[in-house]
Structures are given as structure tokens and as C-alpha cells.
């Protein structure tokens, strides 16, 4: 029997694909679906190179012609005061006409995800831009859900579904929320009755793509200065989130300890390095055994493993903080905000934890029997240097966050958005080797970005430990490099850090999905 129609409004059910098959379900091929579009005059590439394979083209079909039409229909409807642009206005009067109702918050986060040219409002191109970039996402989301591939989704597979996400849930809990979107009484969710339901909400606001897209929260790679990572409401809910922050803190522990020989040669050649003693890796490795034996090679590493801890748990609480400062109540931050919030947050752990980052370096550059252990580094320095002794770098790494974090987010959002809008087809899952190489490639763009300042930090932490060496400011030291070694000076030790980066990411994930699996938390 042909279900009724569950759009919301004519005009909306205008814009989209009225051959009443479902793309991959309800027993309608993919073939028969491109078919019906056909007769039509659909294209079934009208949404570009975009298009998930096996999908109608996108969420338009119709003569190009017919559905540029309905597509200006919809923007005239909702362009209520006539101007050539949709502003939050607008949309609130326009989509009341058509029965849809969203909160202020949300109709500006639609606007943000819109508006390319950021002049406060969405014109055609933008609308339509932003149509095909949400629904393909929901069309994602949807064949996700639909465990049995059957074009329905029914209280079972949302039961399931929220399992998955950690949640435990009655079978009437479920119902209650298929009745939520269900607007023709079968007691299932079809193609149509999800769009309609999750249409205008924000684009970004899809907990599915949070799930599987986490990135700090995996990826370690010594370095703690990556943007905090999403969590859905129904992972704060039910304490998932800090159930994956515990698997991230262990799979980074696990992860510098098995890299930490790399990161101790780099400290060493950022301090040791120069024109006249370039130490190679062979002859670094061989340098440390000679003095120090095999062991030597774990130098620092005790105190870095320790610092993960709180630094992870004080960035957490404090990215939560400043996202409710900025004013906001929505699941996610903007990239723009989430920069911003996770720049702050990094900065303000970096501030907490930083003594540990001088006695890490301290510890790494020691000789074989100059300190007992951490306390016994802690209360010499103390002792010879005072407290500032503990703030040496400071400047310099803070100031570091800024491109690290930023070149990091930004290269990793549009690696992301790249393979959902070009290769996602049946889920937005990504894969084990799709994230790897995410998150290598962002990790590698934002460490070589910010490097010099790692550097310049590294040098004047250890400056009391070298012998006759002039106490130098951020900007004495960075002349000093350039003047004496070149450009090539501030990029000693890049060759052991990028070694360590794929074995550091895939370590970290490997023991992150098996501790996830111990904790409790469902991999799907």
C-alpha cells in the first residue's frame, strides 16, 4: 500500500523527490529508483560529484528546470521580506508558514552553516548549497539506523541504535520517540518522515558524525594540544563520555611510552643540535645506549605518561566551561567556536600541568645518575633555579596551541566533510584506515606548523642545563637560530617527531577500541 506523503507542507514536498521510492529499501532497487526519476526528467546526477552512490541523486529530483522552480518557490517563501536573502527572520516567519517550528538558536546555527560569504544571510545558491550538504548527511544517518536495510527504521533499530550510542532504553521509550517523527500512524520512520523531522535543524548537530568522527580523544601523539573532542548528549548523559576520555588517557599512555625513545632523540636534537654537532638519528640512538644503556631511552617518559591524566581532565572540564561562557546551549560549537573554546581550554590546562612539560624536558636531557627521580629533578630546580624556573617556555608554548590547534581542526574538519560529501554511501562510519589517515595528516599539518615555537620552548627549558649558555628571551633565542644555523635551524628533531606520528596514532587506536570494548562502551 503507497504511504501517505508526511511532508510538512506542499511547497516543501515540492522541492523534493516525488517518485515515491525509497533509495536502497522498502523493497524498491536502486536501479527501479533512478528509473521513476527518469520518467520524471530527473537527472540522477543533479547534485554533482556529491551524490552517494546508489542514492537519488541527492534530495532533488525533477526536470532541471522544474526543480530550480520549486527550489525558488521554497526560497520565495521563505524570503519573507522580499530581498534576495533568507536572514534568521525569515526563516522563523517562513518555515511557521509551513508548520516547521526551531528555536532562535538553531535557525542561526542553519545560517552559519550556510553562509559561505558571512554577510549575516542566505542567498539562492547558498539555500541550496546547504539543502544538499544536510540532506546527503541525513540520508547517511537514515540507511545507518536501518539495520535491516528494509527502508523503515522501527522501535527495535532505535533501541538498538541509542544502545549502541550507550543508552539503554524501554521498548515504550522508543515508540515514544518513533511517534515523535511517525505522521502517518505505521509505527515506523520512512525516508520522508526522517528528512521532514530533522530538515531545518543545524547541520552540524548530527550525533551520528560525533560518534564516529572523535579525534583527540584517540589520537595521541605527545603532544596534548588538539581542540577537546564533541561528546553526544546521550554520551553526557549516561557517562559514556568519560568512559572514552579513560580509553583515550590509556591508549596515550601506552602510546608515548612505545614512541618514547623518538621523543627523547628529539629533545635532544632541538637542545643539542647545531651546525657544527648534527647529531643523525643512528647516531643519536647510539649516543644515548653508550651513556646510559637501554633504559636511557625512556627518559621523561614517566612524567609525560603521568601528565596525561590531569591535563585531559582540566582541558575537559574547562572546554565545557567556556562553551556555556560563549553563550551557547547547542550539543556542538561551530569550527570557528570549537577553535576558539579548545584554544582557550588547551591554554588553561597547558597552564595547570606546565611544570611537568620543563621537568619531562629536564629528565630527558639528564645523565646517568644526575637525579633520583622526578621529586628529586623537582626539588633541584626548585633549590638552584627558583619557581620561575618551571614557567621557562611558557610564552612560547602557549602561543603554540594557537596554529597547532587550529591547522589541526581545520585540516581534519575538511578531510572529514571531504569523505562524507565524496565516498560516505550506507554509513557515516569511516572506517579504521579513512580515520587513521585523518588524523595522521591533521596531526602532521599541526605539528609542522607550529614546530619552531616547540622548539624555541624546548631550548629555553633547558637552558640552566647547559653549561655557560646565556639565559635568552623568546624572540633573543628565535634571532640567535636563524642568525647561526638558518631556517632549517628551528626544524632540528623533525625527523624523529614525524616517525613517531603513524606509530603513535595507530597504537593509540588500537589500544583505544579495546579499552573502550573493556570499559563498556559498544563499538559498532
Known amino acids: 500500500m503507497q504511504q501517505e506523503r508526511s511532508l510538512v507542507s506542499p511547497v516543501l514536498s515540492g522541492v523534493f523527490c516525488q517518485c515515491g521510492s525509497d533509495p536502497g529499501g522498502g523493497g524498491t532497487s536502486v536501479s527501479e529508483h533512478h528509473h521513476h526519476c527518469s520518467d520524471a526528467g530527473a537527472s540522477s546526477g543533479e547534485f554533482g560529484s556529491g551524490s552517494a552512490p546508489g542514492s537519488c541523486g541527492a534530495a532533488l529530483c525533477g526536470a532541471g528546470t522544474e526543480q530550480e522552480h520549486r527550489l525558488k518557490v521554497l526560497f520565495q517563501v521563505l524570503d519573507v521580506n522580499r530581498d534576495g536573502g533568507i536572514c534568521v527572520n525569515d526563516l522563523t516567519v517562513g518555515l511557521k508558514k509551513l508548520g516547521v517550528h526551531r528555536t532562535e538558536n538553531e535557525l542561526r546555527k542553519i545560517l552559519k552553516a550556510g553562509d559561505k560569504d558571512l554577510d549575516g544571510q542566505l542567498d539562492f545558491d547558498e539555500f541550496v548549497h546547504y539543502l544538499r550538504d544536510h540532506e546527503k548527511k541525513l540520508r547517511l544517518v537514515f540507511k545507518s539506523l536501518d539495520k535491516k536495510n528494509d527502508g523503515h527504521i522501527d522501535s527495535q533499530e532505535i533501541m538498538q541504535s541509542l544502545r549502541d550510542l550507550g543508552v539503554n532504553i524501554s521498548e515504550q521509550q522508543a515508540e515514544k520517540i518513533l511517534k515523535s517523527m511517525d505522521k502517518n500512524g505505521t509505527m515506523t520512520i520512512d525516508w520522508n518522515e526522517w528528512r521532514d523531522y530533522h530538515l531545518l535543524h543545524p547541520a552540524d548537530n548530527i550525533p551520528e558524525i560525533i560518534l564516529y568522527w572523535k579525534h583527540s580523544t584517540i589520537f595521541d601523539v605527545g603532544e596534548s594540544l588538539m581542540v577537546p573532542d564533541e561528546f553526544t548528549a546521550e554520551e553526557k548523559q549516561t557517562g559514556m563520555w568519560w568512559r572514552h576520555l579513560v580509553a583515550g588517557g590509556g591508549a596515550g599512555a601506552v602510546s608515548r611510552t612505545c614512541t618514547a625513545p623518538l621523543d627523547r632523540l628529539k629533545v635532544l636534537m632541538q637542545v643539542h643540535g647545531s651546525r657544527s654537532s648534527n647529531m643523525c638519528i643512528v647516531g643519536g640512538f647510539t ?11 625512556w627518559r621523561g617518559n614517566g612524567i609525560n605518561v603521568v601528565k596525561i591524566a590531569p591535563e585531559t581532565a582540566i582541558k575537559f572540564m574547562a572546554y565545557e566551561q567556556i562553551k556555556r561562557l560563549i553563550g551557547t546551549d547547542q550539543e556542538t560549537l561551530g569550527i570557528l567556536e570549537r577553535f576558539v573554546a579548545g584554544s582557550l581550554a588547551g591554554a588553561i590546562a597547558q597552564s595547570s600541568i606546565y611544570p611537568m612539560e620543563v621537568l619531562k624536558t629536564r629528565l630527558a636531557l639528564r645523565k646517568t645518575g644526575q637525579y633520583s627521580g622526578i621529586a628529586d629533578c623537582a626539588k633541584r630546580i626548585f633549590q638552584k633555579e627558583g619557581f620561575r624556573a618551571f614557567y621557562k617556555g611558557y610564552i612560547p608554548n602557549i602561543l603554540g596551541i594557537i596554529p597547532y590547534a587550529g591547522i589541526d581542526l581545520a585540516v581534519y574538519e575538511t578531510l572529514k566533510n571531504s569523505w562524507l560529501q565524496n565516498y560516505a554511501t550506507d554509513s557515516v562510519n569511516p572506517g579504521m584506515f579513512v580515520l587513521l589517515a585523518c588524523g595522521t595528516a591533521s596531526s602532521t599539518c599541526g605539528q609542522l606548523a607550529s614546530y619552531p615555537l616547540a622548539l624555541v620552548r624546548t631550548r629555553m627549558q633547558a637552558q640552566a642545563t647547559l ?58
Not at 292 to 297: D, E, I, K, Q, T
Open 467 to 524: 653549561e655557560g649558555a646565556p639565559q635568552m628571551s623568546m624572540s633573543g633565542l628565535f634571532r640567535q637560530i636563524v642568525r647561526t644555523e638558518g631556517v632549517a635551524g628551528l626544524y632540528r628533531g623533525l625527523a624523529p617527531n614525524f616517525m613517531k606520528v603513524i606509530p603513535s596514532v595507530s597504537i593509540s587506536y588500537v589500544v583505544y577500541e579495546n579499552l573502550k570494548m573493556t570499559l563498556g562502551v559498544q563499538s559498532r
Open 287 to 297: 649516543q644515548m645506549i653508550h651513556e646510559g644503556g637501554v633504559r636511557s631511552l
